[in-house]
């Protein structure tokens, strides 16, 4: 089972994702853990138990630290641990950003979920190994 951490200061996100993924939650294709802040997030990485077979989501626009700067901090504590950004400002100077910080890739909202699956699902196939 492969553990996504969604990092959104949107109260709906948790919502959205957990509505969208319903089967692969059924299914335990994925476990989602959720954090409405970048301090949030870094918290429940401090557990070393999470970390096995972790992806983190987040979004680039948040109030506090941006989800560019948790991508920093990240990359600095796990520099293997996989990263999606997600962003309502998709454009290409963001996304050469995002990915020169560290990111795998970068999903431009409104998410298109079924993309973001086969992402998900080739990070899963890679941390496997």
Not at 4 to 17: H, K, N, R, S, Y
Not at 35 to 51: M, P, T, V
Not at 72 to 90: E, F, H, S, W
């Amino acid at each position: 089972m492969l553990r996504i951490l969604m990092v959104d200061d949107e109260p709906d996100a948790e919502f959205l994702f957990r509505q969208n993924f319903r089967r692969e939650i059924r299914k335990q294709t994925y476990e989602f853990l959720f954090a409405h802040s970048g301090d949030q997030a870094l918290k429940i990485l401090e557990n070393k138990e999470i970390r096995h077979e972790l992806v983190l989501l987040s979004d680039i626009n948040m109030p506090g630290m941006t989800g560019l700067e948790l991508l920093d901090l990240v990359k600095l504590r796990n520099p293997k641990l996989p990263v999606i950004m997600i962003t309502a400002y998709g454009d290409a100077e963001t996304e050469r950003d995002a990915i020169r910080r560290g990111a795998a890739k970068l999903v431009s909202k409104p998410v298109d979920f079924e993309y973001l699956k086969a992402e998900l699902a080739d990070l899963s196939s890679q941390t496997a190994q």
